[in-house]
């Protein structure tokens, strides 16, 4: 809670191109929590560099993302959309939790995992404790919801683990947060391997679709998805192909699967290709034309920077001083 109301906190890193995926899962949804809660949306460049990345790029991509958010239709009057890195409580507020987070619990999270089996070469400690930054980002603004991946649902626990425990030792210091998994198109999955995740890493071109794609490419990839020889718009286990693109369709569309399965039942695969293809494109052309107006107007962006910096820095701190006076620190002589 802040100010009396529910507070919602998510955050995207700004390493590769956003994609279909992280579109429907997640911003399209955030843009429907501004009523009910108060919401923080950061770009979180500071776990980022868990992996090696190059500055020039690194800026650039984190200033793309962050306009992108407001192109998706993220009101920065309304949301607090800012760059972890211009809020120095973050980085505060993880040592302190790293004090209290068990090399045991970190060693067990299967993103840890994953990482340093890809990228053996820098296995570094940020990489490990990575999620305790991410609670530290979540705890210091008292988040009751926290929109999440399936994928990050073990940061979460991780992060409920923590503030439990810190709040056993010093009282209720912290709210405890509840993911929000969404529902409809929460899971999009490759083009390419239907049974594997949309991902900004994958190296195939044609298995995701970026937000930045032009109507043209996007009805390609479209028509080349994989999908299963029996010609059939039939939402099923085993028709993974097809089942992503009735899912897309669904999220993008409205539709229910069964009206979109009447829909095409006398169509083949090509004709609802294209269908899933022209509706992805003109969902994302006001949001491609909105992102590259914004991106012309410097002094709007920075001024949203600075001022929800600011706001963001303003909760987060009276939150980290509290911790600090809670575990003991002397107060600052003003
Ligand atoms: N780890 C998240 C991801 O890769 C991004 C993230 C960082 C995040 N801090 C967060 C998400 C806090 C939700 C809440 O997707």
């Known amino acids: 809670m802040l100010d009396g109301k529910k507070s919602l906190f998510s955050g995207m890193q700004a390493t590769g191109t956003l994609h279909l995926g992280n579109y429907l899962g997640a911003l399209k949804n955030?843009?429907?929590f501004e009523e009910e809660y108060q919401c923080f949306y950061s770009v979180v460049d500071m776990h980022s560099i868990t992996v090696r990345q190059n500055p020039a790029e690194l800026r650039k991509k984190a200033r793309a993302l962050l306009t992108l958010y407001i192109a998706a239709g993220l009101n920065p009057e309304k949301n607090c959309i800012y760059y972890q890195s211009h809020v120095s409580a973050h980085a505060e507020l993880s040592w302190v939790l790293s004090c209290f987070t068990y090399m045991g619990e970190l060693n067990r999270m299967t993103q840890y995992k994953d990482k340093a089996a890809k990228h053996a070469d820098n296995i570094n400690a940020g990489l490990f404790t990575y999620p305790?930054?991410?609670a530290a980002d979540i705890l210091l603004?008292?988040?009751?919801?926290?929109?999440?991946?399936?994928?990050?649902?073990?940061?979460?626990?991780?992060?409920?683990?923590?503030?439990?425990?810190?709040?056993?030792?010093?009282g209720d210091v912290f709210t405890i947060p509840e993911p929000y998994i969404g529902?409809?198109?929460?899971?999009?999955?490759?083009?390419?391997?239907?049974?594997?995740?949309?991902?900004?890493?994958?190296?195939?071109?044609?298995?995701?679709?970026?937000l930045m794609d032009d109507p043209d490419t996007i009805i390609r990839k479209f028509k080349r998805a994989v999908t299963d020889s029996d010609n059939e718009i039939r939402y099923s286990e085993d028709?993974?192909?097809?089942?992503?693109?009735?899912?897309i369709y669904v999220a993008v569309t409205g539709k229910t699967i069964e009206e979109t399965?009447?829909?095409?039942?006398?169509?083949?695969?090509g004709d609802f290709k294209m269908a899933v293809g022209e509706s992805v494109s003109s969902m994302l052309k006001p949001i491609q034309d909105r992102y590259a107006e914004l991106a012309k107007d410097k002094a709007y962006i920075d001024k949203v920077i600075k001022e929800n910096g600011e706001k963001a820095a303003y909760y987060a701190n009276k939150t980290l001083r509290k911790v600090y006076k809670?575990?003991?620190?002397?107060?600052?002589?003003?």
């Open 30 to 32: 955030w843009v429907t």
């Open 132 to 134: 305790v930054l991410m």
């Open 141 to 170: 603004f008292q988040s009751d919801v926290v929109p999440v991946g399936s994928d990050q649902k073990q940061h979460l626990e991780i992060t409920r683990d923590i503030a439990t425990r810190f709040n056993n030792i010093y």
């Open 183 to 210: 529902k409809a198109g929460a899971r999009i999955m490759s083009l390419q391997e239907p049974t594997k995740k949309m991902s900004k890493s994958d190296e195939n071109p044609n298995a995701s679709i970026n």
């Open 239 to 247: 028709k993974p192909g097809i089942s992503n693109l009735i899912d």
């Open 261 to 269: 399965e009447k829909e095409f039942a006398s169509s083949g695969y």
């Open 326 to 334: 809670k575990i003991g620190f002397p107060q600052k002589i003003r």
